[in-house]
């Protein structure tokens, strides 16, 4: 059965601090990776994806980025945090390119509160 | 572009009663359309995915049809529980290779005694 981890669960960074968040996934070759982030009463917001390993695609921008040096490792960093950054962050994989129909598998999840 | 919307931010209801949540899209693409559950404090988990033909889904007593004409794909149960209360995305996904999906705003689900 595929598992999926993430880490921390829980921050509370000041602004200007960096950050790094940590997605791994196990029991699945080449997984789809997804961070979605969510504001406190806000919807799910898709950040990046990735299909292979050192392939990124940025979805939208929010001086965050993220990077996959492993096949199931999918990390999200940013040097310098703002306040807009609180929030909820998710990591999810699907199945890879071909089996992919768009259903997600979340983690738990990774609350961060910028003060 | 492609977009899903919610229009119910709240609903609220009493135990027993049915329950209609709306949901319809916007798409370029044929898309698979979604419903996620998510618990206080909790991931969000699938409850429920469109099918190709036209099968309708069904899961925990919820179903949702996809009906292309009118580009909806709103969720229904016959009788509502208190353990149904959530929140609720329904959610799209798009290009070529479905490895975008985009989610609506959510709508929160109270089901009271």
Not at chain 1, 48 to 74: C, M, W
Not at chain 1, 86 to 92: E, I, P, T
Request: hydrophobic residues 35%; glycine residues 8%; charged residues 15%.
């Amino acid at each position: 059965a595929q598992t999926i981890h993430q880490w921390p669960v829980a921050e509370i960074k000041a602004v200007g601090s960096p950050l790094s968040l940590g997605c791994t996934i196990k029991g699945k070759s080449s997984p789809n990776l997804y961070w979605y982030w969510q504001a406190t009463g806000g919807t799910l917001q898709q950040l990046f994806y990735s299909i292979t390993v050192g392939q990124v695609e940025s979805v939208v921008q929010l001086n965050l980025s993220a990077s996959r040096p492993k096949d199931d490792q999918f990390i999200l960093s940013t040097e310098k945090l703002l306040l807009s950054h609180s929030g909820f962050y998710l990591c999810a994989w699907s199945p890879r390119l071909g089996e992919n129909t768009g259903q997600l598998y979340f983690g738990e999840g990774s609350k961060l509160t910028v003060l | 572009g492609d977009s899903v919307t919610q229009t119910e931010g709240l609903v609220t209801l009493t135990e027993g009663l049915p329950v209609m949540l709306n949901c319809t899209y916007q798409s370029t693409y044929s898309p698979f359309l979604f419903w996620y559950v998510q618990h206080l404090n909790e991931a969000p988990k699938l409850l429920l995915k469109s099918f190709t033909d036209n099968k309708r889904p069904e899961h925990q007593g919820f179903h949702a049809t996809l009906h292309k004409s009118s580009s909806s794909f709103h969720l229904q149960k016959s009788s509502a529980q208190l353990s149904d209360s959530a929140l609720y995305y329904c959610a799209l996904s798009y290009g070529s290779s479905g490895n975008k999906l985009i989610f609506g705003i959510g709508t929160l689900l109270s089901v009271k005694p």
